[in-house]
């Protein structure tokens, strides 16, 4: 389990490289800079009128997009799984809305307790689809993960292996990694976060929206620009399995 240590002021912005480095069955690589937030679920920002378009966080966007807030959302995904003592502070690390539109292929929630220790990590993954699912984990003192693959994401790869996720809470820097690891020890695919802290204030989020415009549309763009990329490349597809109703609970 992650070791308690000084939390960071939120909320904060930081600006990343978004980076997928694919070995097999062919080589391929997406880089892609754009900026995340990271807020207290239970302070979420509210920017000056005329920014508001640029920064919305909706309960929607997030677990089953019922519950009447994302704490909410994340409190009911932990009781369903019998996490009781998560009723501390939980950051969360994700795109917001900007003009209406969001995707996220990750969001990442670090969970604590009233004394403000860490009890577990969520990496909630969104896929091009419309799907998503959430993985509960308990890292180690280096933030690290293991747990078994269970959602279709990239239309190249099956539902197999596990994956190992180094979630680190951000500080002045983010360095996040997920590596996909498969049954022969193979290990195809690894997506990396790597960001510096910036203020969150109004001029901070202008500037980073003026630098990445529009930047949810064109992470989803460019997802779906790199897997034409791979189709073309030959590239099998892998059919895709019906959507769970566990997939639009979580």
Not at 147 to 154: A, C, I
Not at 241 to 247: K, L
Request: glycine share 8%; aromatic share 8%.
């Amino acid at each position: 389990m992650t070791t308690a240590g000084t939390a960071p002021a939120t909320p904060a912005l930081y600006t990343c490289d978004i980076a997928h480095a694919r070995v097999e069955p062919v080589r391929h690589s997406l880089r892609q800079r754009t900026y995340l937030w990271l807020v207290d679920l239970d302070a979420l920002p509210s920017p000056p009128r005329l920014l508001r378009p640029l920064a919305r966080f909706d309960a929607r966007d997030h677990f089953g997009g019922r519950a009447p807030t994302i704490r909410a959302g994340l409190d009911a995904y932990l009781a369903s799984h019998g996490v009781r003592n998560a009723d501390g502070r939980v950051l969360m690390l994700a795109h917001a809305r900007v003009l209406g539109y969001v995707f996220n292929p990750l969001t990442v929630y670090w969970c604590h307790d009233k004394a403000g220790r860490p009890v577990c990590v969520v990496a909630e993954v969104h896929n091009t689809y419309g799907g998503r699912h959430c993985y509960l984990l308990r890292p180690d003192a280096e933030g690290r993960a293991d747990v078994e693959k269970d959602f279709y994401v990239s239309p190249f790869f099956d539902i197999e292996g596990s994956y190992r996720m180094r979630l680190p809470l951000p500080g002045d820097s983010l360095d996040l990694t997920v590596q996909l690891r498969l049954g022969d020890g193979s290990r195809p695919f690894t997506a990396t976060v790597r960001g510096r802290h910036r203020p969150a204030d109004p001029r901070g989020l202008l500037t980073a929206a003026l630098r990445h415009p529009w930047s949810t549309a064109a992470v989803s763009a460019g997802i779906r620009r790199h897997g034409i990329r791979l189709y073309l490349k030959g590239l099998p597809v892998r059919p895709r399995p019906a959507p769970s109703t566990r997939e639009g609970m979580l």
